[in-house]
């Protein structure tokens, strides 16, 4: 079993500081040496499964001498980090040691928790600042072969607007499948147009590719053969990683707008729901006097009976603007989500509520405490906690867009230190971006 999924993983390109599936085979084969080294280097990434196995192994004397202290103190770190597991054991072995000893388990805690560096993993932008209005945005063209072929996939680009608003540099972040649609979104995006503001901008932007709605025999196929659900389950993160990006593929390319439930049951099933693949689509409207967005409930009529949330307003505000209000014949007792800009018209789209089973945050997050630079590369663009993770670690690729990003607010000191640490590391894009800026 385990020289297969060795296989499988080889399909994926990432490098790993430390990986748990590496961890958990030498702790298998007793080389506790080796299982402890990696169990401790995934401890800053928040990681509450290195740290529960840490505590087993001091609790079992598996590699050093038994040590009830420091097994408590990993134990509640463990807990600290999420792991439900940990509670019980905490009580049944409090009860066994002195006050003295439960004090200074409390106290190396304190002190491996002071080491986490990504306590919590959630979204929060690290780039919030001006954005030029755009003027021209050409779609990018079908490479021909993925079409003859029907791959489907996407890119993730950053890159600079100048002063006149023209983009004077691109870097692909990352892509699915690997560099199959590179070239052309470099070259869509090299042409794109923005107002000129005298000032230099960064952008992001994901780029995603299919010949119309996704074919869910296609994608199902491609999850089978590659058994990303089940290595995803057992750890691995590189297929945590992949999962992760086919679950943001379809939930972006889906007529439904999907919502994750961290309560909903985590149900393993490699059966993909049918609202990703329903051709179901949206809708506009005009609403006077609304915006940002708002999630509502329908009657059998499509009247709008209630607001469950709102994000840009009120919500007794937005309430009272569209309780009453008839968006479609077709929006039928459901759950549907609205949002424009204000005095624009309104978009109206159906929503399905998933578990975290398919959410590509969720396995993303759960592959980059794991040990996959792809995935904290791809939160560090949400989370300055894995960007500020990754700056401790020398990544030229986050040093370079972290040091854009700070020049283009003002602070070019660190920003240049920020570059010039990632050319000394041959990374070419921010030699570029050096001289561009």
Excluded at 50 to 59: D, G
Excluded at 138 to 156: D, R
Excluded at 183 to 209: D, E, F, I, N, P
Excluded at 276 to 288: A, C, D, N
Aim: proline content about 3%; glycine content about 6%; aromatic content about 10%.
């Amino acid at each position: 079993m385990r020289k297969s999924l060795v296989a499988a993983s080889m399909l994926f390109s990432c490098w790993v500081q430390a990986d748990l599936l590496d961890a958990l085979k030498y702790y298998e084969e007793k080389d506790y040496a080796k299982a402890t080294a990696e169990f401790t280097e995934l401890l800053p990434l928040g990681n509450e499964l290195a740290a529960f196995n840490l505590a087993v192994m001091f609790h079992n004397g598996e590699g050093t001498a038994a040590d009830p202290v420091k097994a408590l103190a990993y134990f509640q770190l463990a807990a600290e980090l999420g792991d439900s597991r940990a509670t019980p054991v905490i009580s049944s072995l409090s009860k066994q040691l002195s006050v003295t000893e439960l004090q200074q388990a409390d106290e190396q805690s304190h002190l491996l928790l002071a080491q986490v560096q990504v306590k919590e993993i959630k979204e929060e932008r690290t780039d919030k600042f001006d954005f030029p209005e755009v003027v021209s945005r050409k779609a990018p063209l079908y490479p021909k072969s993925a079409a003859v072929k029907g791959i489907f996939g996407y890119n993730v680009l950053r890159f600079v607007i100048d002063e006149q608003g023209n983009v004077s540099a691109v870097e692909v972040l990352g892509s699915f499948p690997e560099k199959t649609f590179n070239k052309s979104s470099v070259k869509a995006v090299k042409s794109w147009k923005y107002a000129a503001t005298g000032q230099k901008h960064q952008g992001k932007v994901v780029l995603h590719y299919s010949l119309g709605p996704l074919s869910k025999h296609r994608v199902s196929q491609f999850m089978r053969e590659h058994k990303l659900v089940e290595y995803a389950v057992a750890g691995s993160p590189q297929h945590q990683y992949m999962l992760g990006t086919i679950m943001d593929l379809l939930a972006t390319n889906a007529n439904y707008h999907v919502n994750i439930d961290k309560n909903l049951p985590f149900e393993v099933s490699t059966e993909l729901p049918e609202q990703f693949f329903s051709r179901k689509s949206s809708f506009k409207t005009k609403i006077e006097g609304f915006y940002g967005s708002a999630e509502v409930h329908t009657d059998e009529k499509g009247i709008v009976t209630a607001v469950v949330s709102a994000d840009k307003m009120q919500l007794p505000k937005a309430s009272a603007l569209l309780v009453g209000k008839e968006l479609d014949e077709d929006a039928r007792h459901g759950h549907y989500r609205l949002w424009g800009d204000p005095g624009k018209t309104v978009f109206v789209e159906p929503v399905i509520t998933l578990s975290q089973l398919h959410s590509g945050y969720y396995w993303w997050s759960m592959a980059a405490k794991n040990g996959s630079l792809d995935a904290q590369r791809q939160l560090a663009a949400f989370s300055l906690q894995w960007e500020n993770y990754l700056l401790s670690n020398n990544d030229p690729q986050v040093q370079t867009w972290s040091g854009v990003r700070k020049m283009l607010q003002g602070d070019k000191v660190q920003g240049q230190l920020l570059l010039d640490k990632a050319i000394a590391q041959n990374y070419q894009t921010a030699a570029e971006l050096k001289a561009a800026l």
